[in-house]
């Protein structure tokens, strides 16, 4: 496979996968018990790409309950969701469009978080659309939050932050050269990746903790791209085009580095890594947007739920 990681790191990939969920899902009050369609007053969706229907991806597949399908509740919302790489014309192509529609009109309110998603919303129904940021940047986890550790460490470093893998040869060989030039150490979060010195096993908050440290961060992640943000380091987002059933994250990465004034972080060919991580960023913009979009965000739930 191009970029393959080394063995070492992919073991130990593989036993921080196993081992994630049954430490910290619990973080999230979720049991083994089953709860598909409880009687609520109110079901939100989302936030993230619970609208992506149409991709390669067999562990994730085509769940219509991510749409509503058979619910209890009283009133259906969705919050900052996501259809991802999927497109009108995918949802056409695959025969899903009208499937799905009967599902989106039962909505009471809609709330996506960029403008693909919306766009296809619009094809569906008539309903007001709300566009909301990720919840990971509606609260303020970098101030609000006591939980995220002091990192003590010896050396510099950069995390490479990206599924295990999806790091080429030829992006690997890139980074290898510019943190050999820039002496610091990489750092693999969230996958094996062959350009890494070592993978870091560690937990939701010790990743804000890390990044909190990190130099400078590349990433081809809509949350590598956030966490980098909210820490206000200095990151490059690699950002790939759809090209057939090959895998895309454009429509969300785009939309929201330009959402939040950002989007000359953006990277299309790794060869640019040099001159993009030069530029420094001017957060004051960034930090204005956000406030705002705290107040939108707590407004649409609020006037959801009450």
Same mark, same amino acid.
């Given at each position: 496979?191009? =970029?393959?990681?080394?063995?070492?790191?992919?073991?130990?990939?593989?036993?921080?996968?196993?081992? +994630? =969920?049954?430490?910290?899902?619990?973080?999230?009050?979720?049991?083994?018990?089953?709860?598909?369609?409880?009687?609520?007053?109110?079901?939100?969706?989302?936030?993230?790409?619970?609208?992506?229907?149409?991709? $390669?991806?067999?562990?994730?597949?085509?769940?219509?309950?991510?749409?509503?399908?058979?619910?209890?509740?009283?009133?259906? &919302? $969705?919050?900052?969701?996501? +259809?991802?790489?999927?497109?009108?014309?995918?949802?056409?192509?695959?025969?899903? +469009?009208?499937?799905?529609?009967?599902? &989106?009109? @039962?909505?009471? $309110?809609?709330?996506?978080?960029?403008?693909?998603?919306?766009?296809?919303?619009?094809?569906?129904?008539? @309903?007001?659309?709300?566009?909301?940021?990720?919840?990971?940047?509606?609260?303020?986890?970098?101030?609000?939050?006591?939980?995220?550790?002091?990192? $003590?460490?010896?050396?510099?470093?950069?995390?490479?932050?990206?599924?295990?893998?999806?790091?080429?040869?030829?992006?690997?060989?890139?980074?290898?050269?510019?943190?050999?030039?820039? @002496?610091?150490?990489?750092?693999?979060?969230?996958?094996?990746?062959?350009?890494?010195?070592?993978?870091?096993?560690?937990?939701?908050? !010790?990743?804000?903790?890390?990044?909190?440290?990190?130099?400078?961060?590349?990433?081809?992640?809509?949350?590598?791209?956030?966490?980098?943000?909210?820490?206000?380091?200095?990151?490059?987002?690699?950002?790939?085009?759809?090209?057939?059933?090959?895998?895309?994250?454009?429509? @969300?990465?785009?939309?929201?580095?330009?959402?939040?004034?950002?989007? !000359?972080?953006?990277?299309?060919?790794?060869?640019?890594?040099?001159?993009?991580?030069?530029?420094?960023?001017?957060?004051?913009?960034?930090?204005?947007?956000?406030?705002?979009?705290?107040?939108?965000?707590?407004?649409?739930?609020?006037?959801?739920?009450?």
């Amino acid at each position: 496979m191009e =970029g393959d990681a080394p063995f070492v790191q992919k073991i130990q990939y593989m036993i921080h996968k196993k081992n +994630f =969920g049954k430490k910290y899902y619990k973080l999230l009050g979720l049991t083994e018990d089953l709860n598909y369609n409880p009687k609520l007053d109110t079901l939100i969706i989302g936030s993230d790409e619970v609208f992506n229907c149409i991709q $390669s991806n067999t562990n994730v597949g085509f769940s219509m309950e991510l749409f509503g399908k058979n619910n209890n509740a009283k009133n259906l &919302i $969705s919050y900052a969701a996501s +259809f991802g790489n999927t497109t009108v014309d995918k949802l056409k192509k695959y025969n899903k +469009f009208d499937e799905v529609k009967k599902l &989106i009109v @039962k909505f009471n $309110s809609i709330s996506v978080r960029d403008t693909n998603s919306g766009k296809i919303i619009n094809e569906m129904t008539e @309903k007001n659309i709300n566009y909301n940021l990720d919840p990971v940047l509606i609260y303020d986890y970098i101030n609000d939050c006591n939980e995220i550790p002091e990192l $003590s460490l010896n050396e510099k470093f950069m995390i490479v932050y990206a599924y295990s893998n999806r790091i080429s040869k030829e992006e690997s060989k890139h980074i290898k050269e510019f943190a050999k030039k820039n @002496k610091l150490k990489v750092y693999a979060i969230g996958g094996a990746q062959n350009c890494a010195d070592k993978f870091i096993d560690c937990s939701p908050f !010790d990743v804000l903790a890390f990044f909190k440290k990190a130099e400078i961060i590349i990433t081809d992640t809509f949350h590598g791209s956030i966490f980098s943000i909210i820490n206000k380091k200095k990151f490059v987002t690699l950002v790939r085009k759809s090209v057939g059933n090959k895998y895309g994250n454009e429509e @969300k990465l785009t939309d929201l580095l330009c959402r939040l004034k950002l989007e !000359d972080r953006i990277i299309y060919d790794i060869s640019n890594l040099e001159k993009i991580s030069n530029r420094e960023i001017n957060y004051s913009d960034t930090d204005n947007i956000l406030k705002a979009e705290r107040v939108k965000a707590k407004k649409y739930l609020k006037e959801c739920i009450k």
